[in-house]
């Protein structure tokens, strides 16, 4: 059953759908372990944080490359434990279709962010979002609508407890936006909704 019900109650006005969200009153299942961050230590790394938490197929190297100027930024350190349930959802989905990804952006400063073109509210600001990107080997129709629909099966599992966001660029698509922490929301609607339309549970 799924733990949204598909009706759209706002636009954002900036192509974000807003969804009405069915409450859910049960014990936490198994996307609990995904709410579980600790702040980071006294002079703990940016890569030790993120490992210790469990993210197997992301590195901190990747989250922070800003792309356009070949350098890496680390988001505050207070802004640190926000990605961790973004990751683990990337992971989840790094898992089920058995290659890598690549991620085309990770935190952004406000700089940067206006440099890319990013929204003013863009949850990449907050480190709270990640676009990853199929590899070119993986990109043919099949590879793409698997990861449209692994992405989508992902958010009908967890929108509800991470106030999970995704975003498709494509009816098919080779990149995907994925963020949490804000507000449980979808967009393009003409490629999203297709897409979460397939992937709702019966």
């Not at 129709?141 to 494509?170: C, N, S, T």
Request: glycine share 8%; net charge positive; with cysteine.
């Amino acid at each position: 059953m799924p733990r949204f019900r598909q009706r759209v109650i706002s636009d954002a006005g900036d192509g974000w759908q807003i969804v009405e969200q069915e409450p859910v009153h049960q014990a936490m299942g198994p996307a609990s372990h995904t709410l579980e961050v600790r702040e980071p230590e006294p002079g703990e790394g940016y890569q030790d944080f993120i490992s210790w938490h469990g993210i197997r197929h992301f590195t901190a190297s990747e989250v922070t490359l800003f792309r356009r100027e070949a350098r890496h930024v680390e988001p505050p350190r207070p802004m640190w434990r926000n990605i961790i349930p973004t990751l683990r959802i990337c992971d989840e989905l790094r898992e089920e279709l058995g290659h890598p990804l690549a991620v085309g952006n990770g935190f952004r400063n406000n700089a940067y962010n206006s440099k890319v073109g990013g929204r003013p509210s863009s949850r990449h600001l907050y480190n709270q979002a990640i676009d990853l990107d199929l590899p070119t080997a993986h990109r043919g129709p099949g590879h793409r609508r698997k990861f449209a629909d692994a992405i989508g099966r992902l958010w009908h599992e967890h929108a509800d407890a991470l106030r999970m966001g995704v975003g498709f660029y494509q009816t098919e698509p080779t990149r995907a936006h994925i963020d949490t922490g804000y507000r449980a929301r979808f967009w393009e609607r003409v490629h999203a909704w297709p897409i979460l339309q397939r992937t709702q549970s019966p």
